[in-house]
C-alpha cells in the first residue's frame, strides 16, 4: 500500500503539469467554440467541420514528433544527457516533413473538402479556416518538438506554463480578430485561425530562444548544431512514431470525422456535436496527462533497467485515470445543463447537447482505461500492435456500428455517439490486454 501511495504521488506529480498543459490546448478550441456560437449557429458549425478536420491533422504532427517523449526518456533515464540534441533533431526532422505534406493537404482544401462536402456556407468556412491554418503548421511543429522535449527529461510544469500562455494568445487575438476589436478586422470564425497562427509562431520563437539560454537544456546539445538526419536513426524513429501517429490520428478522426458524417442531418447536429466533443476533450485531457505521464515514467524506469518497476507504474496509473474517470463522469451528468449554457445562447442547441453529454459521461471511464493502458504500451517501445488494435476497435467496429444505428436505426447523432462508446469499449479492453500480456515477464513473484 506504501509502494502505491508513492506510485501515485510520483505520477500525480509529473502527470498534473502535463494535464494543464494539455488542457490549454483544448481550451483554445473551447475558446474557438465559443466565440464562433456568439456569431451564429452557422458560423459555429462551418468552424466544427474545419476545426474537426485541423484536430486530426495536428494530432499526426504531434504523432510523428512523439519518439521524442520515449526516447528522450529514456536516454535521460540513463544519464546520456549529451545524446539528447541528436535525438531530437532526427525527430525533428520528421515533424518537419510532416508539416510539409498537411501544410499541401490544407492548401488543397477547397479542393477535396468540396468533393467531399457539397458546396454551401459551411463548407466555405470550413476551407477559409483551414487554408488560413496552412501558415501555422511550421510553428506548430517546431513547438510541438521543443514542448516534448521538456516533457521528455520531466520538466513538465515548463511544458504546462508554455501551453498555458499558448491558450491566452489565443484568447486575446481570437476577441480581436472574430468580433473586430480595437480597430483589428473582423473575420468571424476564421478569424479563429488566424488567432492560431499567430500564437502558434510567437510560442515557438519564444520557447526556442528561452531554451537556448537555459543551462539545463544547452547540456543536451540542443542548439550548439544542426544535425543532419540520419537515415538508421530516424529509421528507429519511425518504428515508434508512425504507429503512435496512425493509432493515435485514428482515434481523434474517428471523433473529428462524425462532424462531416453528421452535416446531412442539419446545423443544429453539428454545432451540438462540435460543442460536446470539445468539452469531453477538455476532460479527455486529465487521462491523457497521466497517460503521457506514464510514458515518460515508465521509459525513464527501463532507461536505467528497473522493468519491474516500470509495470507497476503503469498500472497504477491506469487505476488512478480510471478512479478519477468515475469522479469527472457523475460531475458531467450533474453539471450538463449548466455546460450547455456555457457554450451556446441557442435554446435548441442546449437542449440536444445536455442529452449528448450523458453518452459523453458514459464513455469517459473506458476511455481513461484505453488511453492509459495506450501510455504503458508506449513508455515499454510498443507501438505496432496497439495501432493495430486502435484502428480495428475504432474504425472496424466503432464507426461502422455508430454509422448503422445512425441510419439504419435512424437514430441519428445519437447512433453515432453510441457507436463513439462501443469504440472506446474495444479499445479499453484490447489495450489493458496487451499491457498485461507485454509485461507480464516483468510481474514479482509472490513469496514462497
Known amino acids: 500500500m506504501a509502494q502505491t501511495t508513492q506510485e501515485i504521488k510520483v505520477i500525480a506529480k509529473l502527470g498534473t503539469p502535463l494535464i494543464f498543459s494539455h488542457t490549454a490546448i483544448i481550451a483554445m478550441s473551447a475558446t474557438d467554440t465559443i466565440m464562433a456560437a456568439q456569431v451564429s449557429t452557422d458560423a459555429l458549425a462551418g468552424l466544427a467541420i474545419g476545426a474537426s478536420i ?50 499541401i493537404i490544407l492548401a488543397l482544401s477547397a479542393v477535396w473538402l468540396r468533393w467531399v462536402q457539397p458546396e454551401g456556407t459551411l463548407t466555405t468556412i470550413a476551407i477559409d479556416y483551414l487554408q488560413v491554418l496552412t501558415l501555422g503548421c511550421f510553428g506548430y511543429t517546431l513547438a510541438a518538438v521543443l514542448r516534448g ?7 513538465t510544469g515548463l511544458a504546462m506554463l508554455t501551453n498555458g500562455v499558448l491558450f491566452l494568445l489565443n484568447l486575446i487575438f481570437d476577441y480581436l480578430l472574430v468580433f473586430g476589436k480595437f480597430g483589428f478586422p473582423e473575420l468571424g470564425p476564421v478569424g479563429c485561425a488566424w488567432a492560431s497562427v499567430l500564437s502558434y509562431w510567437i510560442i515557438a520563437i519564444v520557447l526556442t530562444i528561452f531554451l537556448a539560454k537555459q543551462k539545463k537544456y544547452q547540456r543536451l546539445n540542443l542548439f550548439n548544431r544542426i544535425w543532419k538526419p540520419k537515415w538508421h536513426v530516424m529509421k528507429k524513429h519511425l518504428a515508434i512514431c508512425v504507429p503512435l501517429a496512425l493509432g493515435t490520428g485514428s482515434e481523434v478522426f ?29 476532460v479527455y485531457m486529465i487521462p491523457l496527462g497521466f497517460s503521457v505521464a506514464l510514458c515518460i515514467r515508465c521509459a525513464s524506469l527501463r532507461g536505467s533497467n528497473q522493468n519491474v518497476h516500470a509495470r507497476f507504474s503503469a498500472f497504477t496509473g491506469v487505476k488512478l485515470a480510471t478512479a478519477i474517470a468515475f469522479a469527472t463522469a457523475l ?32 464513455y469517459q471511464i473506458a ?4 488511453v492509459g493502458s495506450w501510455g504503458g504500451l508506449r513508455g515499454f517501445g510498443d507501438t505496432k500492435v496497439p495501432m493495430v488494435m486502435q484502428l480495428i476497435s475504432y474504425w472496424v467496429i466503432g464507426f461502422p456500428c455508430g454509422y448503422a444505428l445512425a441510419h439504419g436505426l435512424e437514430w441519428g447523432i445519437f447512433g453515432f455517439w453510441t457507436g463513439i462508446i462501443v469504440g472506446l469499449c474495444c479499445a479499453a479492453v484490447l489495450l489493458n490486454f496487451r499491457l498485461r500480456k507485454l509485461t507480464r515477464q516483468y510481474k514479482p ?4
Not at 522535449?149 to 520538466?155: L, N, S
Not at 476511455?367 to 484505453?370: G, R
Open 254 to 282: 474517428f471523433f473529428s470525422s462524425i462532424a462531416l458524417f453528421v452535416v446531412p442531418f442539419g446545423t443544429l447536429p453539428v454545432a451540438s456535436h462540435q460543442i460536446v466533443i470539445n468539452f469531453s476533450s477538455l
Open 445 to 448: 513473484q509472490a513469496a514462497s
Open 331 to 362: 460531475l458531467t451528468v450533474a453539471l450538463r445543463d449548466f455546460v450547455a449554457e456555457i457554450y451556446t445562447p441557442d435554446v435548441d442547441v442546449q437542449q440536444l447537447v445536455s442529452q449528448l453529454l450523458l453518452l459523453c459521461a458514459l
Open 149 to 155: 522535449t521538456c516533457e521528455a527529461i520531466g520538466d
Open 367 to 370: 476511455d481513461a482505461v484505453q
Open 54 to 103: 485541423w484536430s486530426a491533422l495536428s494530432v499526426m504532427i504531434l504523432g510523428m514528433c512523439g519518439a521524442t517523449a520515449t526516447i528522450a526518456a529514456q536516454f535521460h533515464g540513463g544519464k546520456r544527457l549529451s545524446r539528447i540534441g541528436f535525438q531530437v533533431h532526427q525527430t525533428a526532422w520528421i515533424g518537419f516533413f510532416t508539416a510539409v505534406l498537411i501544410s
